[in-house]
């Protein structure tokens, strides 16, 4: 006999049933959960917002670095191109320094020199000749014997002796104080001339320079560049004296470019005419950022001391 109510067969499985489809549509539930489109939407702008912050603090840093690079390489570029001049300026035959503008177009030129020394001035005791050859202004010689350790020549060498510029009658550029060299003997220090030449001035220190060529430098503002010409119009003589714009049948190279602006200025009277100043002003720009420009101011000093 039973007592109670009595449950069907199936009521425990039915009942585990109903549980099993309810976690499962809670899990289910569960699963597909996530951001609805306005909390995407925030979340969006609120990453916007920090990244415009972000950006805020770092932009002029950033900006700044870049600024300052590119000053450093105008700056690195005009100072290198400023030091190659000075180095040659200093290297100049004295008083071959001049300088001619041609609108905004700049030129320097002068007489490059490779070495220098001096000349013997009295003949041995008995005569001249062999290795105690004296230099004779008065009338026309073709060698002379160099006192002391004989400086270096190259093929295409002239010397110079005495050069006083302009309308002085011992101007190189007019070819009045300049021969071409044959040859320097090391062992006996006899300089030979390629041709008998008389040199119109003696030097007061009785010094000699040997020049390697002609040199011009080319500073365009509106090509932006700063170019050096080498080798060119030699010998000098009465025809080819004139400074040439930019010179023709010359070697050339690039120094710098950018150059926005130029002024090239020669002092020839400092320190009664003894030595000079060539001043020198370049502008450099760079082309993404033309607002963006560098000027350096040099000064060179030149010896004039014949």
């Known amino acids: 006999m039973n007592s109670g109510f009595n449950l069907p067969a199936d009521a425990g499985t039915q009942s585990g049933q109903g549980k099993s489809r309810r976690s499962f549509r809670d899990t289910q539930c569960r699963s597909q959960s ?59 035959l004295p008083n071959s320094v001049r300088v001619m503008q041609d609108g905004a177009v700049q030129y320097l030129e002068f007489f490059q020199t490779r070495a220098g020394g001096r000349y013997r001035i009295e003949p041995a005791v008995g005569g001249s000749g062999g290795d105690l050859d004296a230099l004779d202004f008065t009338v026309t010689d073709s060698s002379f014997q160099i006192v002391g350790t004989a400086p270096t020549y190259v093929s295409g060498d002239y010397v110079a002796i005495t050069n006083l510029g302009p309308d002085s009658g011992a101007d190189a550029y ?40 002609r040199v011009t430098y080319r500073c365009d503002p509106s090509t932006g560049e700063l170019r050096r010409y080498w080798g060119y119009s030699m010998p000098p003589t009465p025809a080819n004296k004139n400074q040439t714009v930019p010179p023709v049948t010359a070697a050339s190279a690039l120094l710098a470019t950018g150059v926005t602006a130029c002024t090239i200025t020669y002092d020839s009277n400092v320190s009664n005419t003894r030595s000079a100043i060539v001043s020198i002003l370049l502008t450099l720009a760079d082309a993404q950022a033309p607002q963006e420009a560098v000027s350096l101011f040099h000064q060179v000093h030149v010896s004039n001391v014949p």
Not at 37 to 52: P, Q, S
Not at 80 to 89: K, N
Not at 185 to 201: C, T
């Open 174 to 213: 007019n070819g009045d104080n300049i021969a071409e060299v044959k040859s320097v003997d090391s062992s006996s220090g006899v300089l030979v001339l390629k041709n008998g030449f008389r040199f119109p001035v003696p030097s007061p220190g009785n010094r000699f320079f040997i020049v390697d060529s």
């Open 34 to 92: 996530g951001f609805t489109l306005v909390e995407a939407i925030v979340a969006m702008v609120v990453f916007g917002i920090a990244v415009a912050l972000i950006g805020m603090f770092i932009r002029f840093p950033i900006q700044s670095y870049f600024d300052t690079e590119r000053r450093a390489r105008l700056t690195d570029r005009a100072d290198t191109a400023l030091r190659r001049m000075t180095r040659d300026l200093r290297l100049a």
